[in-house]
């Protein structure tokens, strides 16, 4: 069946102008200013005047089966919902564990990652966590790597109370794992640094650089909006020796984080100060329990950080004079595709038809989304609800 969307104004990021968008199956058959519907075939037909049309967000950094963020066992969040990724316009996930290896498994995360691709997402995962030697699902980093498919690289940590990352050299045993995986299997594969609040910032990557010589752009730093120690300033400087740095759309005072940095603000400032725009992406770190604080910072409650922050720094970006809003977009679409390797983010034919219909870039307000030419989100809200039925039989209780 076919799938044609007419008259969208259409963002590939790059803007395109008013266009009509083919769809056959999973794929992108042909973009033009006017094409008719094919004829002999069934076709549905969707009317996009007056509404922009972007590329499906790819988020590079979520906690598919839940996280605790040290908030203990009152803090602990469960599998994400399904609406809580489709009704931000996000078509692309990457999934991760957090600090807590020994309540969460990297099986489970891989199960999610299935059942999410049999909904019609396209789902990857990192192997790996915080400390070294780290979990994995085959008994070794290199294994995961080029035995399956969904793993397109590890996720550590440095700079932080959790890890026991204390020199480059430890950094670099897992690096050097990941290559040799990738290698193997002639695939793309990067090794994911979350970094925490320690004074040491960045400097384990720095000295991994240039103590191996390895590309830059196979190690990105995330939570790089942090402010206090200010790791923008080295992030600043990585995007110009070409690596990939990526900012956390939940870190941020507003969100009761404290020593983050609003990522419209912070992008502002790495621009202003001459990073590569190219270099830079954005994930939510969604679905972690968040912290809400008092007027004195003074913890009184939780809530659980939504993938929608994504959506609305997008629209921050644009509507605050920090770049175009095709430029932003390139931070949740192109930019993140090319950090991970993926054919993906990009209006175009022959990609997946991973798109997002909005009412304009004032708002960005989503109402329909179609992830591999399938629509998963319908005037504003998702078509599928459950996998799950009530119980036919409880009646007979009665």
């Known amino acids: ?165 204390y020199t480059w050299r430890d950094l670099a045993e897992v690096t050097s794992e990941v290559l040799y995986g990738a290698d193997i299997a002639n695939k793309h594969a990067v090794t994911h640094v979350h970094v925490g609040r320690q004074k040491t910032r960045m400097d384990r990557i720095f000295e991994l650089i240039e103590n191996t010589g390895i590309n830059p752009a196979q190690v990105i730093p995330t939570h790089i909006n942090r402010r206090d120690p200010d790791v923008i300033e080295q992030a600043i400087e990585y995007t110009k020796m070409g690596g990939i740095v990526d900012l956390s759309s939940l870190m941020r005072k507003e969100e009761g984080t404290l020593t983050g940095l609003k990522p419209d603000l912070a992008v502002k400032r790495m621009l202003d100060e001459g990073a590569v725009l190219e270099n830079m992406t954005m994930s939510s770190d969604g679905n972690v329990p968040q912290p809400i604080r008092d007027e004195n910072g003074k913890q009184i409650g939780r809530y659980i950080a939504p993938l929608d922050l994504n959506r609305r720094e997008i629209r921050d970006m644009a509507n605050n004079g920090v770049c175009s809003f095709s430029d932003a977009l390139k931070i949740i679409t192109t930019n993140p595709a090319k950090a991970l390797g993926i054919k993906k983010g990009k209006i175009a034919e022959g990609y997946d038809a991973d798109l997002v219909i909005s009412d304009g870039v004032e708002n960005l307000r989503v109402e329909q989304v179609y992830a591999r030419g399938k629509q998963v989100v319908k005037d504003g809200e998702t078509v599928w609800k459950t996998h799950f039925q009530r119980d036919p039989y409880y009646h007979q209780y009665h």
Not at 82 to 110: A, K, M, N, P, Q
Request: hydrophobic fraction near 35%.
């Open 1 to 165: 069946m076919f799938k044609l969307i007419k008259n969208g104004s259409v963002y590939a990021p790059e803007e395109l102008g008013v266009k009509d968008i083919l769809i056959c199956g999973e794929k992108i058959l042909r973009i033009a200013d006017k094409i008719d519907a094919p004829s002999g075939y069934e076709t549905e037909v969707v009317d996009a005047s007056g509404k922009i049309i972007y590329p499906g967000f790819i988020d590079g950094h979520v906690h598919l089966i839940g996280a605790d963020d040290g908030q203990g066992p009152m803090g602990r969040t469960q599998d994400i919902e399904w609406r809580d990724i489709v009704e931000t316009g996000t078509t692309t996930v990457v999934g991760c564990l957090g600090s807590s290896r020994f309540v969460r498994s990297l099986h489970r995360l891989y199960i999610k990652t299935l059942e999410l691709d049999m909904m019609g997402l396209s789902t990857y995962m990192y192997t790996g966590c915080f400390v070294i030697p780290p979990p994995t699902l085959t008994g070794e980093i290199r294994k995961d790597i080029y035995l399956i498919p969904k793993v397109i690289g590890l996720k550590t940590a440095i700079s932080d109370t959790t890890t026991n990352h």
